[in-house]
């Protein structure tokens, strides 16, 4: 139903009006003359507050407001009748991730990491490797100059739904719940889809930024309740289903700060992460993935027995290297003997951690994964 109203207020950006039968996620069109569109973020004392998608320097007190529709509401997420269980690898076309860190399809995965670790050109990677019938990109408050780069770089059956940091709070979640949406039509086609999310961690606050404009007190970290409640839901329309599935690989952006609210509720919502180390993008070694401090809670759906034992052997040896590395640049040599093979296939296992951006199939990695294993028994 088209209702009318009049805005009451403007302030800070947000616009506060008298508009009947109106709920939240309504779509809304504000003034006449130069009109901006907006989405109804709060309902009081018969008043709604509005989030506009532009700016509204422009509009004044008296302005009418017109209601276009009752929004596109983010998909439910399945229930647990039409989930399936992980029983299928999702290829990434990473030796890292494949090989030592694999991934079911219909995984939730998170590539937590600082500024300058890697994550867009890994995820430029996994976009063109992966094994997907669809691939659904989420560019929620990204550098404009990053969002060319995804138009050039994106494989030909992948949608891009793109939100720049200019954009306002309202814009910026649509993008990240838009891409959801859409991939849930796809997967109920059928279709294997991977959604990348770039990043959560921007979606998070433009979240806390419209419930605090809407006057919702803050909470922990300076987030308020509803910014977790609504990652949950937003993470949770993806697995793997009875058709088709979706897996989605989020970044986050991290600084190791183990108090920030985001990535701490990003791990307990995720199916695994990645870790990027600063300690290894600044010697060059990409993709940084620091395998010891990486998990995949998939890993045993998605890899056969073989696989799992041919892993298990080297990142016992990555984080043998790893542990002794202060040590054995003080020139104190280990007794142990899993150290002692492992530092003479140093060499062999660094070159199967590193990679160009360019996708490996995965039976290449399988293979090189257990000659190296053999070369570790």
């Known amino acids: 139903m088209i209702a009318f109203g009049t805005i009451t207020e403007v302030k800070n950006g947000w616009v506060t009006a008298k508009l009947p039968c109106a709920s939240i996620g309504a779509r809304v069109l504000i003034g006449e003359a130069n009109a901006v569109y907006g989405t109804v973020a709060a309902v009081r004392r018969g008043a709604v507050t509005i989030a506009p998608d532009d700016e509204c320097e422009a509009l004044m007190l008296g302005s009418r407001v017109r209601s276009i529709d009752a929004g596109a509401a983010l998909p ?125 961690a921007r979606y998070a606050n433009a979240l806390r930024e419209r419930a605090i404009g809407a006057g919702e007190l803050a909470g922990r970290g300076g987030f308020p309740p509803s910014v977790f409640a609504q990652l949950a839901r937003l993470v949770e329309i993806g697995g ?11 970044s986050v952006l991290s600084d190791g700060d183990a108090r920030d609210p985001v990535s701490d ?52 040896a990555v984080e043998a290297l790893q542990r002794t590395e202060e040590a054995r640049s003080l020139g104190v040599r280990s007794q142990d003997a899993l150290t002692i093979r492992a530092e003479e296939a140093e060499g062999q296992l660094t070159a199967y951690l590193r990679q160009a951006a360019e996708p490996v199939r995965s039976t290449e990695t399988l293979s090189a994964l257990a000659r190296l294993a053999d070369t570790l028994r």
């Open 265 to 316: 509720a990003a791990r307990s919502l995720l199916d695994g992460h990645i870790e990027l180390s600063e300690r290894l993008a600044a010697r060059g070694h990409f993709p940084a993935i620091d395998v010891a401090a990486s998990t995949s809670r998939t890993a045993a759906y998605a890899a056969s027995p073989g696989h799992r034992a041919d892993a298990a052997i080297v990142r016992a």
């Open 76 to 200: 439910q997420a399945p229930p647990p009748a039409e989930r399936a269980a992980f029983d299928t690898p999702l290829w990434t076309g990473v030796r890292a991730i494949d090989g030592l860190l694999p991934i079911a399809r219909g995984a939730r995965i998170g590539i937590f990491g600082a500024p300058g670790a890697g994550k867009s050109t890994l995820l430029h990677t996994i976009a063109r490797g992966a094994d997907a019938d669809a691939i659904v990109v989420a560019l929620v408050g990204e550098r404009g100059c990053e969002a060319e780069t995804w138009s050039r770089v994106a494989p030909a059956h992948a949608t891009i739904v793109c939100a720049t940091s200019d954009r306002s709070a309202s814009r910026r979640i649509a993008a990240a719940e838009g891409a959801m949406m859409k991939a849930d039509a796809l997967c109920r086609r059928g279709l294997h889809v991977l959604v990348i999310l770039d990043s959560l």
């Open 240 to 250: 793997a289903r009875r058709r088709g599935s979706i897996s989605i690989v989020a």
